[in-house]
């Protein structure tokens, strides 16, 4: 463990790979990186489903890669595995299941806090941590009897349930495409039409919807959820009500305010940290990558290049 750290990274996923990397190859050595989960990732292995695609230009936001890691349309685990290669290759120092609580400041250096009550110092932080570690949840009540069939992703679903899908971005799309080559899928969206999903997604919808492997429930939103004999019966505010084995609410992810605001960093009225060009957050030698920069969501090629456009800045300023 070194006395002070030229780079703090906090958290493991893209964003914060790419800036390991891209600060190894700019001769930055002295860098930690901390990740509270079990491996890197961990929103890609915690709420993508095997097989899912990942794709470079999320949404459709055409990203053109500037940093040194080569980022493609691919899988899950075939982004994964990348991902392995790179920290594997570049011998980046990394803290796993080490959740960073707080950041304080001293002097020309950071005090970071850990769940494990250890400290590190450093002298620039990067903050890139995912937005689906707290996915959105609906406002109203779900019976406790039920929660463990309410799910917000699909990692627990069984070949033959009856599913809900809520939803209308790529991952509520995904989910019920994928899900309805073994499951009867009903998918719940509070407008009638999907303005947020890619071409792609669209065009595999369509084709599930004329087929009738999906069931549409649009323009429509739930009001409440009961158990009914250990499954769940959805009430719709259309007064109809149905019963399935299982939910799976896909409706975003929140950045996690409650962190950022401890590390007294300034965020705008949809809870998003103010930075500037550089990515600079409101408190100096502080920068923020990755997803938790948009309000919903970014792409993965998007946070490499944070990462590739944080560490140039970092390395202009060290002495």
């Known amino acids: 463990m070194k006395d002070i750290y030229e780079i703090a990274i906090i958290g493991g996923g893209p964003g914060g790979i790419a800036s390991a990397v891209e600060s190894q ?90 769940a494990k009550n250890t400290e590190f110092k450093a002298r620039f932080i990067i903050i890139s941590i995912g937005k689906m570690g707290q996915p959105n949840k609906p406002s109203y009540p779900i019976p406790a009897s039920i929660k ?6 699909a990692n627990s679903c069984i070949d033959g349930e009856n599913i809900l899908v809520v939803g209308g971005g790529n991952s509520a799309v995904e989910y019920a495409c994928v899900l309805s080559e073994t499951n009867p899928v009903t998918l719940n969206y509070r407008r009638k039409e999907f303005s947020r999903i890619n071409e792609t997604n669209q065009e595999n919808l369509i084709q599930c919807f004329e087929a009738g492997k999906i069931t549409p429930k ?31 609410y896909a409706i975003g992810g929140m950045a996690p ?43 993965i090629a998007a946070a490499l290049n944070h990462g590739f456009y944080i560490v140039q800045e970092i390395k202009k300023r060290l002495h």
């Open 148 to 153: 463990n069939i309410v799910n917000f992703n």
């Open 257 to 299: 305010v409650d962190f950022l605001r401890k590390c007294g960093i300034a965020l705008d009225s949809d809870g998003v940290p103010v930075t500037d060009d550089n990515h600079q957050s409101s408190i100096d030698k502080i920068y923020i990558a990755g997803d938790i920069l948009y309000k919903n969501g970014g792409s």
């Open 25 to 114: 190859l700019l001769g930055i050595k002295d860098v930690i990186l901390f990740e509270k989960g079990e491996g890197h990732s961990t929103t890609i292995r915690k709420f993508y489903k095997d097989k899912k695609r990942v794709d470079k230009d999320y949404k459709g936001q055409k990203v053109e890669l500037n940093g040194n890691i080569y980022f493609c349309d691919g899988t899950k685990e075939s982004t994964l595995d990348l991902f392995d290669k790179i920290i594997q290759e570049n011998g980046i120092e990394v803290q796993f299941q080490t959740e960073v609580e707080s950041i304080t400041q001293q002097n020309d250096y950071f005090l970071i806090h850990t």
């Open 218 to 248: 649009l323009g429509i939103d739930i009001e409440s959820l009961e158990d009914e004999n250990g499954k769940v019966k959805v009430n719709f505010t259309d007064s109809t009500s149905l019963v399935f084995d299982r939910i799976i």
